[in-house]
Structures are given as structure tokens and as C-alpha cells.
């Protein structure tokens, strides 16, 4: 959906058309279940959060100006509903986070020695290792890498969802790599060659 599509459907809720507000609801669950999942580490937990971000989502929807995109500004509330739940009483993910496939991953050619039976379990035993290293990293370090990593946003974007400058969010994200990298060598997941590109030298523009 484009960012002209998503605003025109913005407009009808904000004119009273709750079915547009389902639309967008429907377009964006899935990315929004799993962000909140990856966060917060417990199903039942990430249930309830995007339940709720979608919820402040449409109480607040009068007050978007469609300066960023609908979805972005919904990745926003996303996190923050997260964070807070993070933060309440101290709380700590959970570490049952459950391996989730990229859903727009390409059907892999099985006549490439990459992709191998031994390559795909390598493969798939590298993303349940990241996925335990982001619960292990503190809650703004985790949320900024999903954006970045995950959902594919822009520096710029990512400024906009967590309302800091993008200078931040680069020294940011480098920071977050280089401790994940750090979590990942040191459980013997990844060569120390490729943590040491992330934890020597400046922050790697993108």
C-alpha cells in the first residue's frame, strides 16, 4: 500500500468510515503482531500490545497529518506501547520469542549448493541465535535494530518513529549492532572476523 493510499484511507476514518480503519488494520497487523512479538518476547504479551497500539492507533488517528507515513507512525506507537510494558515494574523480555520466517522470503532454488539441507539448518539456527541475542539487548537498542533490520525502514523514517535525530539513530543502530554481534560471538554464533567489522571503527551509513 502506498503512502497515498494509506493517507486516503486515514482521511475516510477521519471522516467517520470505521471499514477504512479495518482496511488498515488488515494491512498492517501481521508487520505489527511480529515487531511487537520481537520486542516484548511472549506471544500472549505481543498479542496484547499491538491490540493496544492498534487501539491508540484509531483513538489518536484524528490528530495524524500524514507527515510520515500511516504505518511508520503506526511502528511508533507500536514500540512505545512495548517500551512502557518493558519498562513496567522493571519487566524484561521474555525469552520464548518464537522463530518467525520472513513471509516475503523467495522459494529458495534447491539446485544451489547454498542452500543445501546443511546450509538452510545453518541458516536457521544463525536467525533463532539473533533472535535470542535481540531479548538480550536493553529494550531501545532491540526496537531501533527491528526497525532498521527487520522492517526495512530508513534512517530518516526511524527518526520519525522514535523522535530522534538521525544522527542519533545511526550512532544508535551501531551501537546495537556492535552489542549483538558481541552477544552472538560470544555464544560462538558468529566468526569473531565478522563482530570485529561491527565493534572497530565508525558508524556504516546506509
Same mark, same amino acid.
Given at each position: 500500500m502506498t503512502k497515498e493510499e494509506e493517507l486516503e484511507l486515514v482521511r475516510k476514518v477521519q471522516a467517520g468510515d470505521t471499514s477504512s480503519f479495518e482496511t488498515l488494520v488488515l494491512e498492517n497487523q501481521t508487520k505489527v503482531y511480529n515487531l511487537a512479538l520481537r520486542?516484548?518476547?511472549?506471544? /500472549? /504479551?505481543?498479542? /496484547?500490545m499491538s491490540q493496544e497500539a492498534f487501539i491508540k492507533a484509531y483513538n489518536s488517528i484524528g490528530s495524524f497529518r500524514g507527515d510520515s507515513r500511516f504505518s511508520v507512525w503506526l511502528y511508533r506507537l507500536t514500540v512505545n506501547v512495548c517500551l512502557d510494558f518493558l519498562r513496567s515494574e522493571g519487566r524484561r523480555a521474555h525469552g520464548s520469542l518464537t522463530y518467525l520466517e520472513d513471509e516475503d522470503e523467495k522459494e529458495l532454488e534447491i539446485s544451489d549448493e547454498r542452500f543445501s539441507p546443511e546450509a538452510m539448518v545453518e541458516k536457521n539456527e544463525l536467525r533463532r541465535a539473533v533472535n535470542r541475542g %535481540? %531479548?538480550? %539487548?536493553?529494550p531501545n537498542y532491540r526496537a531501533i535494530l527491528l526497525l532498521r533490520e527487520i522492517e526495512g525502514l530508513s534512517y530518516e523514517e526511524i527518526g520519525e518513529a522514535l523522535s530522534l535525530e538521525a544522527g542519533t539513530v545511526k550512532s544508535r543502530i551501531f551501537r546495537a549492532r556492535k552489542k549483538l554481534c558481541s552477544i552472538l560471538s560470544a555464544e560462538g554464533n558468529i566468526p569473531e572476523a565478522i563482530a570485529s567489522k561491527h565493534t572497530k571503527g565508525g558508524v556504516k551509513h546506509g
Open positions: 520486542t516484548v518476547g511472549n506471544e /500472549d /504479551d505481543a498479542f /496484547d %535481540l %531479548l538480550q %539487548l536493553p
